[in-house]
């Protein structure tokens, strides 16, 4: 199973993705990580990892569909056929959705649907909220919206700094998301076997 991890940012979750992929936690390839930032950290960990990286950036493209379809001609070049979210920060569309239906996973730190967005961690923590959690997805259209494949909750302890909280949360997305990768890989695999 070939693998693309599409990030935007520092690429922890990419990097222990990757990580799970080499102690063969994850049993896959990961063939290329897709970024849309030039400035991103990720780049530099996929460097380090020696994980091929595409920097498409968007606003080099006149449309969402054409950046889209640039994206698709590197998964295509690379064959890829899983294609992993991890900190990218762009909501996918339809393009690359109707390529790689039930394909696309993503991780989100709030206990879906409770808390969408790009700020999870911010808003259950504003909100007062005694508990809040880490949410492996499917991808569709809606933000933060498919199909649930694991979640697992986490405690707000009281008195507790959002950057602690952060913080833990990251150490459960860093064990969760190869968890729930391999076992996502393990039914698309049965699945094609019984075919």
């Known amino acids: 199973m070939k693998i693309a991890i599409f990030a935007s940012g520092s690429g922890t979750n990419f990097e222990a993705v990757a990580q799970a992929v080499k102690q063969g936690k994850i049993k896959g390839n990961l063939e290329l990580l897709v970024c849309d930032n030039a400035e991103a950290y990720a780049l530099k960990r996929a460097e380090k990892l020696k994980v091929p990286a595409a920097v498409i950036l968007p ?5 969402k569909k054409e ?3 640039k994206i698709l001609e590197q998964l295509r070049a690379h ?3 899983l294609i992993v979210l991890a900190g990218y920060m762009r909501i996918v569309g339809d393009t690359l959705l109707e390529a790689y239906p039930e394909k696309i996973l993503n991780i989100h730190p709030s206990l879906l649907p409770a808390y969408p967005g790009k700020q999870g961690i911010k808003d259950a923590y504003n909100d007062g909220a005694i ?15 498919g199909p649930i494949l694991a979640q ?3 405690r707000i302890e009281p008195e507790e700094i959002l950057n602690s909280l952060e913080e833990r949360i990251h150490r459960v ?6 968890a729930v990768i ?3 890989i393990e039914k698309l ?6 075919k």
Not at 59 to 63: E, H, T, Y
Not at 136 to 144: A, E, T
């Open 152 to 154: 697992e909750r986490i």
């Open 67 to 69: 950046f889209e379809l």
């Open 59 to 63: 606003k080099s493209f006149i449309s």
């Open 173 to 178: 997305e860093h064990k969760l998301y190869p």
């Open 131 to 145: 508990e809040t959690g880490v949410t492996v997805h499917l991808v569709d259209q809606g933000i933060d919206t």
């Open 189 to 194: 695999q049965k699945e094609q076997i019984d």
């Open 79 to 81: 064959s890829i056929d």
């Open 182 to 184: 391999q076992q996502y």
